[in-house]
């Protein structure tokens, strides 16, 4: 939502601003849109692979979406793995093997539909409770192994903003070679009346002008969106680390997950009373 209404301030300031002396008409050049899009595109796809390709394209689709990771999620993250802690100090780790081998159908994590939802953040939970079910763990060799495959994590969903952001940096240039090429046109018409020329040389600086206006008013900020969202995403993982690595040195669930808790953005972050309230009334 907000990139659009930074778009349509970007494209009112710009265009806005310029109507007031000029002809929005002279800024409307197909040619040179259709070649810049194309320059775009083709370097684009020449620089990736099918893969990259596939994830910058899902990346896209993202910016658009509302981040899932709200304090409803968090306060539902921190009472699952409340609740599967709780259940392990009072049964033991084998209590929770079916949960572990198949939360789909576990019954407690039916009962967090937004957690149960994100399937690579229940995959790394029960990964690292499988292996405190199979035996006992060092717990600074595991925050170790956490930490490379958050790390990781971490990498993979960076590649799409990476990769636009590669773009961005790219279209002013494609901008001057439309406009060289606009040049190189004029120059072969250099017997024409002024008046002609003069509108043949701002067709030419439109390309210039595009390329800079869809470098850092549209496609920057797709990269930068898709930036937030890799921060957003990585919270979780971090969350649940600390949880677990709390729980595995010996402290009770209770304490554990204010380990996770105090790990949380502050805009997100409910406070001690309110997670304590939810964890009563979910008893």
């Given at each position: 939502m907000f990139l659009l209404i930074g778009y349509v301030i970007i494209l009112a300031s710009a265009?806005?601003?310029?109507?007031?002396?000029?002809?929005?008409?002279?800024?409307?050049?197909?040619?040179?849109?259709?070649?810049?899009?194309?320059?775009?595109?083709?370097?684009?796809?020449?620089?990736?692979?099918?893969?990259?390709?596939?994830?910058a394209v899902g990346g896209l689709a993202a910016v658009f979406k509302n981040s899932p990771y709200t304090r409803a999620f968090y306060i539902e993250l921190l009472a699952l793995l409340f609740e599967i802690l709780t259940k392990v100090r009072k049964e033991g780790l084998m209590a929770i093997e079916q949960d572990v081998e198949n939360p789909e159908?576990?019954?407690?994590?039916?009962?967090?539909?937004?957690?149960?939802?994100?399937?690579?953040?229940?995959?790394?939970?029960?990964?690292?409770?499988?292996?405190?079910?199979?035996?006992s763990l060092n717990a600074i060799e595991v925050e170790g192994l956490m930490e490379q495959e958050i790390e990781t994590h971490h990498i993979e969903a960076h590649l799409p903003a990476h990769l636009i952001s590669k773009a961005a940096d790219s279209v002013p240039a494609f901008g001057i070679v439309v406009a060289v090429m606009g040049v190189v046109n004029v120059m072969g018409s250099?017997?024409?009346?002024?008046?002609?020329?003069?509108?043949?040389?701002?067709?030419?600086?439109?390309?210039?002008?595009?390329?800079?206006?869809?470098?850092?008013?549209?496609?920057?900020?797709?990269?930068?969106?898709?930036?937030?969202?890799?921060?957003?995403?990585?919270?979780?993982?971090?969350?649940?680390?600390?949880?677990?690595?709390?729980?595995?040195?010996?402290?009770?669930?209770?304490?554990a997950v204010e380990f996770g808790r105090k790990?949380?953005?502050?805009?997100?972050?409910?406070?001690f009373a309110e997670l304590e309230e939810e964890l009563k009334n979910r008893k």
């Amino acid at each position: 939502m907000f990139l659009l209404i930074g778009y349509v301030i970007i494209l009112a300031s710009a265009l806005g601003t310029y109507a007031v002396h000029g002809s929005l008409a002279a800024l409307f050049v197909p040619t040179e849109y259709i070649a810049i899009v194309g320059l775009l595109i083709g370097s684009f796809v020449a620089s990736n692979n099918p893969s990259s390709l596939k994830a910058a394209v899902g990346g896209l689709a993202a910016v658009f979406k509302n981040s899932p990771y709200t304090r409803a999620f968090y306060i539902e993250l921190l009472a699952l793995l409340f609740e599967i802690l709780t259940k392990v100090r009072k049964e033991g780790l084998m209590a929770i093997e079916q949960d572990v081998e198949n939360p789909e159908g576990s019954a407690i994590f039916g009962k967090y539909p937004l957690v149960l939802h994100d399937h690579h953040l229940v995959e790394f939970i029960t990964d690292y409770l499988r292996m405190m079910v199979s035996g006992s763990l060092n717990a600074i060799e595991v925050e170790g192994l956490m930490e490379q495959e958050i790390e990781t994590h971490h990498i993979e969903a960076h590649l799409p903003a990476h990769l636009i952001s590669k773009a961005a940096d790219s279209v002013p240039a494609f901008g001057i070679v439309v406009a060289v090429m606009g040049v190189v046109n004029v120059m072969g018409s250099v017997g024409e009346p002024p008046a002609v020329l003069g509108k043949m040389i701002g067709g030419a600086l439109v390309g210039t002008f595009l390329g800079i206006l869809v470098s850092y008013g549209f496609v920057g900020p797709i990269a930068s969106q898709l930036e937030l969202k890799v921060q957003d995403g990585s919270k979780p993982f971090q969350v649940a680390k600390a949880v677990l690595l709390a729980s595995m040195n010996g402290y009770p669930p209770q304490m554990a997950v204010e380990f996770g808790r105090k790990v949380l953005w502050s805009t997100v972050r409910p406070t001690f009373a309110e997670l304590e309230e939810e964890l009563k009334n979910r008893k």
